[in-house]
């Protein structure tokens, strides 16, 4: 168990450069500058050379290496700028000039993860629920039921169940604020939009696991016990059911957390996802580089955490 | 079972834990929301218009607009005076006026802020707004040369060619602090507009020392122009940097808690993305209680939810309404169901702009290189169609670029109307004809007209819709095909201005009232000239009227000029004025600006239904 952490952990920073490469050189092949706007009045062009100059925006090897020495901490480390900065320096915006991209990552990451994680716990109760209730009674009336709602939940687009919600909730009833951030209840909207197709599927891997188990020769030992139906379905069933539903909470958990682009637009929620979007269509770059690697470190870090979390519940794993 | 719990509770703890993070907005008297998002709070580095109107509000400048016509009135400064020749002009300002810590504002401080504003180091938008004034190209010259010469690293001499700017500056720009109340402005040349450009965002004055992060100890009370300079390193927002020598400022200082304005309002909150709290300013020398006391900017970026949240009350003002929509609003508040929609014509055109260059980069033949070519599809063009079945918010068609009852004393051109038949007679001219009966054009050698390609950017429906209109009209009027090419607004803004295209959408604002803010575009070395178009009439006509001295034969020469631009040269072709639908409920708030310039004071809001 040490040896899979420590190696993954070590494994971190290769990732990262190799994520921080590849961004780096899709982002510098978008046209233009992310100074200038798409249009109306451009500044003289000796104001463009200039600010170009100042971001090493004229040179893609030199913002390379200074944009890697500055977030990677190396600057930090060597005591550049008397170590004033944060240790993970990721730059101003290049669009946004009055903030830096820590200050929008401190500011954004924690409303994406509050949404994200919310959503993911609201998934996990409705989808294991409805998972349960389907794979006990397989073809049942219920069950076809059960199976419809994750299909609706997986197909109808997150805009318009947003939409949707909005008008519901917050027009017509006037339960919740229509859009923003702030009280626990500006998040019940957007949480329960970014669930549903979540719990769709958790709903469908729950399902499918519990008619597998329930097929297993340890029910019938069970059940041949006279343990209680109840029983053998929590105590013997459920922990095996439900292991495919915890490998897919690592990347789920990352994907609900980083931000969603849809969810966050139509309930005008600041978080991460939104703005990562508009900065690559502005081609903001420290903006872009900042977001990917914290991304990138937040997706490994949560495989990490699955991959522990898989051992401690299923007992074959710990020797692998 | 008892370990999924866990897990459970974990998740759980962990989103308690993220909530505390959080922190709701205070309620405000008057809440607006933007679709477009605020870039900076720093006055010289503005060019947006969301951006404008809080700078607006954060500062004062000398001049400022009577918002129902657009003429001039007195604000920082309470009176003025210019020579007879039009090159002097004094302005006094107000005695009382004061930065929100409690400073003096001075002529010192227009001074140091447009000294700020022309700065190549700055790298303002606007910075050539001041090159009208006496000896401002020569300073913009020298600091860029001068850093040009620096050699490179050498921190001494780049401190020392930065300590040299504030003299340089003041022995070479016709920019003079008669006393700590009267500033004198000498021109190179006749500005008609220049009352009006004082008031524009760029000109407003900041507080040098919040710019520049000066230490607290410093006691500016009699204005900063009364003690010494502090050391570059104790100046936090600023520095000099070894490699360029140039002025290196951090523009964090633009936010609350170091943000020191001098207008109606000041910043008390700003969270990226989300929201900006404006409160009054009590310092503020023509403060009135009828303001609204706060006022808070909500920031939505989906139209339609930003609609949601004016329909459930949440928000006071949409300022522009872009949700698909917004035409079945206008229809009903036309047919009285509503009277919270508002359809406001503005300070800009929609328009296309034809290539006039001979060759593509590519190397193919531009056939828009021939004038009669751009006439004939600009003639070809039923902009009412378009206007009536298209866009369907009820703009005013044009002929000209200059918006129509936008500037006083001026009278656009009629430029091109809708005429078919004179269209397909100027193509026959150019030499494209219909040869072999198939309906379409070709050459004298039978090459067909090559496929117009329409570019336009993938943000709205919009102007995929129009570009669609326009591809069919010339296929059907002019025998002519053309394809749609969408790009997302980086790549579209390079096609652009690299000349790759043939035809290309845009959508130009005026910022001055003069028609020059529109004209000057098509100057042949103008930075924004993407069509290319390089004309003596042109040229000469708008330097001509750059040294006319009588307004009304200025305005004359100017309308004859575009005439010439819009009817004989043709890179434009323009589709109607832009009109911005806003929402707000008249009965509950006054002050709100009808005028196609569209600057809203937020100080002249009116909150109307207030109890006293």
């Known amino acids: 168990m040490k040896r899979l952490i420590c190696m993954r952990l070590l494994q971190l920073p290769l990732v990262l450069l190799a994520v921080y490469t590849l961004t780096f050189t899709l982002a510098w092949l978008i046209p233009g500058s992310p100074l200038e706007k798409a249009e109306g ?78 959503a993911i716990v609201l998934a996990l109760v409705l989808g294991v629920s409805t998972g349960i209730v389907g794979g006990l009674r397989p073809g049942t009336g219920l069950d076809l039921v059960t199976q419809g709602l994750s299909v609706v939940g997986v197909s109808i687009p997150a805009f318009v169940v947003g939409t949707v919600l909005l008008l519901a909730g917050g027009v017509w009833t006037g339960l919740f604020p229509v859009g923003g951030w702030g009280t626990l209840s500006h998040m ?69 957390m980083t931000g969603s682009f849809v969810i966050e637009k139509v309930f005008a929620i600041p978080g991460l996802g939104m703005h990562f979007v508009d900065a690559v269509l502005g081609k903001d770059l420290t903006m872009i580089m900042g977001v990917v690697l914290v991304y990138a470190a937040l997706l490994v870090l949560m495989n990490l955490l699955v991959d522990v979390l898989y051992a401690w519940l299923d007992p074959r794993m710990r020797t692998a | ?44 580095r503005m060019s947006w218009l969301a951006d404008m109107r809080l700078g607006y509000a954060l500062f004062e400048g000398l001049t400022a607009w009577n918002t129902d016509d657009f003429s001039m009135r007195p604000a920082l400064a309470e009176s003025w005076s210019s020579s007879p020749d039009g090159l002097v002009w004094t302005f006094t300002l107000h005695n009382d006026a004061r930065w929100s810590n409690g400073d003096p504002v001075t002529a010192h401080d227009l001074i140091w802020s447009w000294q700020r504003l022309l700065l190549p180091d700055t790298a303002a938008d606007y910075s050539n707004l001041l090159f009208p004034i006496r000896g401002a190209r020569d300073f913009w010259k020298w600091r860029t040369e001068s850093l040009e010469a620096l050699p490179e690293g ?54 040098r ?3 520049e992060g000066w230490p607290e100890a410093i006691d500016t009370s009699d204005g900063w122009h009364t003690v010494p300079l502090p050391g570059w390193s104790q100046r936090r927002f600023i520095g000099v940097d070894a490699d360029s020598g140039r002025i290196e400022q951090d523009p964090r200082w633009a936010r609350p808690g170091t943000l020191t304005g001098n207008g109606p309002y000041t910043l008390t909150h700003w969270r990226y993305r989300r929201d900006i709290r404006l409160e009054a300013n009590p310092l503020y020398h023509a403060a009135n209680d009828d303001m609204p006391a706060s006022v808070l900017v909500r920031s939505f970026s989906d139209p339609n939810t930003a609609l949601l949240a004016f329909e459930s009350g949440e928000v006071d003002w949409l300022t522009g309404v872009s949700a698909d929509c917004r035409t079945d609003l206008l229809a009903q508040q036309a047919a009285g169901e509503r009277t919270t929609v508002h359809a406001r014509r503005a300070f800009a055109t929609d328009y296309f702009l034809f290539n006039c260059r001979e060759t593509l980069p590519d190397g193919r033949v531009n056939p828009f290189g021939d004038r009669r070519v751009r006439q004939a599809f600009a003639l070809a063009t039923d902009k009412q169609d378009i206007v009536d079945h298209v866009t369907r918010l009820g703009e005013p068609v044009t002929g000209a670029f200059t918006p129509h009852d936008s500037i006083d004393g001026y009278t656009p051109p009629q430029g091109l109307g809708f005429d078919v038949e004179r269209a397909r007679g100027l193509l026959d001219e150019a030499g494209w004809a219909d040869r072999d009966g198939d309906g379409l054009r070709e050459d004298s050698s039978g090459n067909a007209f090559p496929t117009v ?57 005026g910022d001055w009232g003069d028609p020059t803010t529109f004209l000057e575009m098509c100057y042949s070395t103008n930075g924004n000239n993407d069509a290319g178009l390089s004309s003596d009439a042109i040229d000469t006509g708008l330097d001509i009227a750059a040294t006319q001295s009588d307004p009304a034969a200025r305005m004359l020469h100017l309308a004859r000029t575009e005439q010439v631009l819009m009817e004989h040269e043709v890179p434009i072709l323009p589709i109607c004025q832009v009109v911005e639908v806003t929402m707000y409920d008249p009965a509950r708030f006054g002050g709100m600006t009808e005028h196609p310039r569209l600057v809203q004071y937020l100080h002249e809001i009116r909150l109307l239904g207030r109890v006293e």
């Not at chain 1, 188990?213 to 029910?219: G, R, S």
């Open chain 2, 209 to 211: 020392p919040s710019v």
């Open chain 2, 453 to 509: 390609d329409i570019l336009y950017t993938t943000s709205s429906a919009r102007f995929r819709r129009i570009a669609a209109a326009l591809r069919d009209q010339w296929r059907r009027h002019l025998g002519v095909n053309a394809q749609l090419i969408g790009q997302d607004s980086k790549f579209f803004g390079a096609d652009r201005r690299n000349g790759n295209f043939m035809v290309a959408r845009g959508r130009w604002y």
């Open chain 2, 1 to 44: 079972m008892l370990r999924f719990i866990v897990v459970l509770l974990i998740l759980l703890l962990a989103l308690v834990a993220l909530r505390q993070l959080d922190d709701p907005s205070p309620p405000a008297e008057f809440v607006f929301a933007s679709e477009n998002e605020v870039f900076t709070l720093d006055p010289q």
């Open chain 2, 154 to 207: 050498d921190t001494e001499a780049a401190v020392a060619l930065a300590d040299s700017i504030d003299t340089t500056f003041t022995d070479m720009v016709g920019l003079e602090a008669v006393d700590d109340h009267t500033l004198r402005i000498e021109l190179a040349h006749r500005v008609p507009w220049l009352l009006d450009q004082l008031a524009f965002a760029p000109m407003l004055p900041v507080h």
């Open chain 1, 41 to 118: 009045r451009r500044p003289p062009p000796e104001v463009q050379a200039a600010m170009a100059d100042r971001y090493d925006l004229d040179d893609a090897w030199t913002f390379y290496w200074s944009y890697l020495e500055r977030s990677s901490g190396v600057s930090w480390l060597l005591g550049e700028d008397d170590r004033t900065g944060p240790i993970f320096d990721f730059g101003p915006s290049l669009r946004h000039e009055n903030w830096s991209v820590n200050e929008i990552l401190a500011g954004q990451l924690p409303v994406s993860m509050a949404v994200g994680l919310s």
């Open chain 1, 188 to 256: 019940v909207l957007p949480a329960v939009a970014l669930s549903l197709p979540f719990a769709a599927y958790i709903a469908r891997l729950t399902r499918t696991g519990v008619i597998e188990e329930m097929q297993a020769d340890y029910v019938r030992t069970a059940r041949s016990k006279g343990l209680l139906e109840r029983t053998v379905v929590l105590r013997h069933v459920l922990p095996n059911a439900l292991l495919p539903v915890v490998s897919y909470l690592g990347p789920a958990t990352a994907a609900a």
